[in-house]
């Protein structure tokens, strides 16, 4: 394979318009997700448009294990890959203690530990080479605490966390981790959440657009970009260290009710 980028979460939103971008551009894609049908129809879609080579491998990333297993299925085709995007992801709203905990605890597997278990897989072979770029999808939901999602906001704040360290680890080498913050997009995601009727949804942004946003500051090897907020979106974030916590969950409270 020729440049092979894995994308975990390709089956749809974010993670089906990164490997779009990236076979756009000539290059190889292994697509990650649980959904087969959706995974062989990006398969098509690539290869036919692209005269590119997809791999498909369905895959229950919430599953122990699961990050291992994709990673020996790789090394067995003996393929090298270029580009790791950890992005497949899902939230879920309410309040913690209603909530159920299966739910929680399979979020907490996907959006934490097989993000973390496959970049500790695939880095020791690129510092090696001295070669290759991690993108690690996270959330502006990583820079502050999401009452009505609780768990969701704290798996994102490691995700930012985990990545901006480890891009600093990595000071030395040609090895770049960039980490992805987007605001509301329209995917799947709201759905999937629970969070469709909510303020916080009201406006989003393609898909796309962050996609093209997180690919481009990949191939720059940036620490860190956040896409898709409006302007006073912005403003909150930058001055948000500087307003009382009670306050700034408030407003976020307020933004993930759903009215009844
Ligand atoms: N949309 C937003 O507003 C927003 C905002 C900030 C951050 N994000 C982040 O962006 C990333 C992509 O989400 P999206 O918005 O593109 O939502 P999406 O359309 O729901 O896509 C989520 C992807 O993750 C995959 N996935 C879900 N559970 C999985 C599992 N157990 N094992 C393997 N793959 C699994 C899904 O594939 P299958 O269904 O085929 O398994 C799908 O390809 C997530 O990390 C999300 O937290 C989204």
């Known amino acids: 394979m020729k440049n092979a980028a894995l994308i975990t979460g390709a089956s749809s939103g974010i993670g089906r318009e990164l490997a779009r971008i990236h076979a756009e551009k000539g290059n190889d894609v292994i697509a990650v997700a649980t959904n087969t049908e959706r995974l062989q129809s990006l398969k098509d879609e690539l290869e036919r448009s692209h005269g590119i080579s997809v ?14 297993e994709v990673f020996d299925t790789i090394r067995q085709e003996g ?9 497949a992801g899902f939230g879920g709203q309410g309040k913690f203690h209603e909530r159920a905990w299966e739910s929680d605890l399979a979020m907490i597997r996907l959006n934490i530990i097989a993000l973390t278990e496959l970049t500790r897989l695939f880095l020791p072979g690129f510092v090696a080479r001295d070669s290759g770029r991690v993108l690690n999808t ?11 999602q609780a768990v969701y906001f704290a798996t994102k704040a490691y995700v930012t966390s985990f990545s901006n360290a480890v891009a600093s680890e990595l000071h030395d080498s040609k ?5 992805l913050m987007p605001g509301a997009t329209e995917t799947g995601f709201a759905r999937t959440s629970g969070m469709e009727k909510t303020d916080l949804f009201a406006k989003m942004v393609s898909a796309r ?19 898709g907020l409006s302007f006073s979106q912005r403003m909150m974030l930058r001055f948000a260290p500087f ?10 409270r307020k933004g993930q009710e759903v009215p009844a």
């Open 138 to 148: 996270s959330s502006t939901a990583s820079l502050v605490p999401g009452p009505l």
């Open 209 to 227: 657009s962050v996609a093209e946003d997180g690919y481009n500051a990949m191939m720059r090897g940036d620490l860190d970009v956040i896409s």
């Open 243 to 252: 307003v009382p916590r009670h306050m700034i969950m408030d407003q976020v």
């Open 55 to 68: 791999m498909t491998i369905t895959k229950d990333l919430t599953v122990e294990r699961a990050g291992r």
């Open 175 to 179: 090895v770049t981790v960039t980490n």
């Open 79 to 87: 393929i090298e890959i270029e580009y790791l995007i950890n992005n």
